[in-house]
Nanobody, 123 residues
Framework: QERLVESGGGWVQAGGSLRLSCAAS????????MGWFRQAPGKEREFVAA????????YYGDSVEGRFTISRDNAKNTVSLHVNSLKPEDTAVYYC????????????????WGQGTQVTVSS
């Protein structure tokens, strides 16, 4: 089974940035698209970003377009999310996920999820 482990979250002041990382345990990682979602308390899980298996295509949620950047390194079984120009509303637990379906923006299209990493943005 696939194991995904996120890291890199923390506390940051508004306007700051972080680099979130996701490490995968299986070599088949490179055959799948990968996504990042986030979830704040009391809120539904929200699509943040996704990247195709090859890294040639990327997708972003409207709320993070232009501020976040997703990338992957298949040789290292990792996917990263550079979160920039952070706002308090970006505060959430960020989850890495492996896509097995056909729609990057839907949580139901992802079968494997990490435990999440907390990002807290102060004003």
């Amino acid at each position: 089974q696939e194991r995904l482990v996120e890291s890199g979250g923390g506390w940051v002041q508004a306007g700051g940035s972080l680099r979130l990382s996701c490490a995968a345990s299986e070599r088949t990682f490179s055959s799948y698209g990968m996504g990042w979602f986030r979830q704040a308390p009391g809120k539904e899980r929200e699509f943040v970003a996704a990247i195709s298996w090859s890294g040639s295509s990327t997708y972003y949620g409207d709320s993070v377009e232009g501020r976040f950047t997703i990338s992957r390194d298949n040789a290292k079984n990792t996917v990263s999310l550079h979160v920039n120009s952070l706002k308090p509303e970006d505060t959430a637990v960020y989850y890495c996920a492996l896509m097995t379906g056909g729609d990057y923006g839907l949580p139901s299209e992802y079968d494997y999820w990490g435990q999440g990493t907390q990002v807290t943005v102060s004003s």
